[in-house]
């Protein structure tokens, strides 16, 4: 059986660095590139009939990196906030941030706020990003809700309910720039997903290589622990 279009593509955008050092620009310039290339694939996954799209934009653990690299990434997501709007209504965007509030500022929270109430009632594909985002720290704060709750018959469906959202699980997890690995990106939500990586950097990436990850998905035998019969 030939899959379809996956419903949900998710995507670890990495490489933004690696890309502007072998041009010998600052990694500031790679996250700048990585933002174009993001609006590209949002507009070809909405024309593809993708439903949501989640990126990992800034994860956890990024904290960890220079001053410097850390306020250009919030400033960068800052003004694409201030600036996609018009964008998004456009087309029909349905726009959606999911990770910790902890440690982000106010003012970017926000931003944040405005542009999910703005484009709340759009029907189109659905953008998630990823922001502030642990697959751990989802679950930490998941289980904390349960307890808090006083939740007595767990079950899949009620660690599902307290995740950050609920959107269905990726059928495809694609990550550019090499590394084979998750990085902390949803942990729960991806038990079953496909799993496609290309050594191209993010800025570099484009709609040739999203059909190329989505042809690769529609030859996979998706079996979920059973025995697929051909
Ligand atoms: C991904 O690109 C973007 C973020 C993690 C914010 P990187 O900045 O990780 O780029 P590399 O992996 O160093 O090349
Ligand atoms: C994962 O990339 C996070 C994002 C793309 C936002 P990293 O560059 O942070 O991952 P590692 O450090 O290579 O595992
Ligand atoms: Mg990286």
Redesign the pocket.
Known sequence: MTLLVPKHIAI???GN?RWAKSKNMPRTYGHKAGADTLRKILTSCGELGVEYLTV????T??WKRAKEEVDALMFLFKTYLKNEKKVLMKKNVKFIVSGRKEGVSVGLLNEIKKLEDATSGNTGITLNI?FNYGGRSELVDAIKKIVENGEKDITESTVEKYLYNHLPDPELLIRTSG?I?I???LLWQIAYSEIYITDTHWPDFNEAELLKAIESYQKRDRRFGGVNVK
Do not use: L, P
């Open positions: 670890i955008m990495d660095g990992y934009a800034f994860s653990e990024n990823a590394e690995r990085s902390n990106f």
